[in-house]
């Protein structure tokens, strides 16, 4: 990591169209930048393949949180008729398992929906009140018109100069600092 400044973030490109973003996107992957932002003003087909996106955790950790409810939901209404309160009424067994659907079903969803939201802001970093990309003026525009290339300084190809060269070569209207 030869060229790392600790004072910065990254280097932040500004292209003109999605089109020219997708491609210098591509040619950064190409050459080996992992650590990569794209930012655009709206979706932008092949920009998450161009910068290496791979597929979330998310499905994994949803499952995770529906198998807890299931088993705590489940095991919950198990203790309190078989263990904790066993009450025979009219000769039903203990354990009705048909009776217990209900809340386990009702604890799947509660589980899996809690592991969603609280997964989801901890793969996004949230909350983060401020991001170092926000004392840049020029990113204002990344929510109107605007398209954003930020390679981190973190990238183990980082190094200042090639970096910001290379950003050059792609097109970039400007390349500026991040501060952190």
């Known amino acids: 990591m030869s060229g790392l400044s600790a004072d910065t973030f ?3 490109a500004e292209f003109r169209d999605a089109e020219s973003l997708v491609a ?15 930012y655009s003003p709206m979706p932008v087909e092949g920009l998450a393949d161009a910068i290496g996106y791979h597929r979330t955790r998310m499905p994994i950790v949803v499952l995770i949180g529906g198998i807890i409810g299931l088993v705590s939901g489940y095991s919950l209404q198990y203790y309190c008729a078989v263990i904790s309160y066993p009450v025979n009424i009219g000769g039903r067994p203990l354990h009705s398992w048909p009776a217990f659907i ?29 991001h170092p990309l926000f004392a840049v003026p020029q990113f204002e ?17 980082y190094h200042e100069r090639a970096t910001r060269r290379l950003l ?9 600092d991040v501060p952190l």
């Open 10 to 12: 990254g280097l932040l």
């Open 24 to 38: 210098a996107a591509a040619r950064v992957h190409q050459e080996g930048y992992r650590s990569v932002e794209a």
């Open 102 to 130: 209900p809340v386990t079903f009702e604890m799947t969803i509660l589980g899996a929906s809690l592991f969603a939201v609280l997964g989801m802001l901890a793969m996004n970093g949230l909350p983060r009140p401020h």
């Open 141 to 157: 525009r990344a929510t109107r018109d605007h398209f954003f290339l930020c390679i981190l300084r973190t990238d183990p190809l």
């Open 168 to 176: 050059e070569q792609l097109g970039a209207s400007e390349v500026v």
